[in-house]
């Protein structure tokens, strides 16, 4: 069992950054694929990026691709996504999730979730 507290989420203008963090429970966190998802009011959960357990490996959606970077610490257990570059279309709530084996772009893949911290861009 894993339990995920997302934080960091605020409202910053456009074009300035933010750095999220995914604070992660249990203690084989090292074991665990993470990915970072959004949720804009009105749309689907889509992917942003993602992890794999040993933090070598990452995989970015094309539209923060060069903006957002993700990263881990597996002795802090967390998951921490460093965004640049802030664009109006990145309002939206992020979620951190955790997903025993390799990375995937696939939310219904991930086995669990955090409750979300809601970014805000603004004009």
């Known amino acids: 069992q894993v339990q995920l507290v997302e934080s960091g989420g605020e409202l910053v203008q456009a074009g300035g950054s933010l750095r999220l963090s995914c604070a992660a429970s249990g203690r084989t966190f090292s074991s665990y694929s993470m990915g970072w998802f959004r949720q804009a009011p009105g749309k689907e959960r889509e992917f942003v990026a993602t992890?794999?357990?040993?933090?070598?490996?990452?995989h970015y959606a094309d539209s923060v691709k060069g903006r957002f970077t993700i990263s881990r610490d597996n002795v802090k257990n967390t998951v921490y996504l460093q965004m640049n570059r802030l664009k109006l279309e990145d309002t939206a709530v992020y979620y951190c999730?955790?997903?025993?084996?390799?990375?995937?772009?696939?939310?219904?893949?991930?086995?669990?979730w955090g409750q979300g911290t809601q970014v805000t861009v603004s004009s």
């Open positions: 999730a955790a997903r025993t084996g390799d990375t995937s772009y696939y939310t219904s893949s991930y086995e669990y």
């Open positions: 992890i794999s357990g040993s933090g070598p490996f990452t």
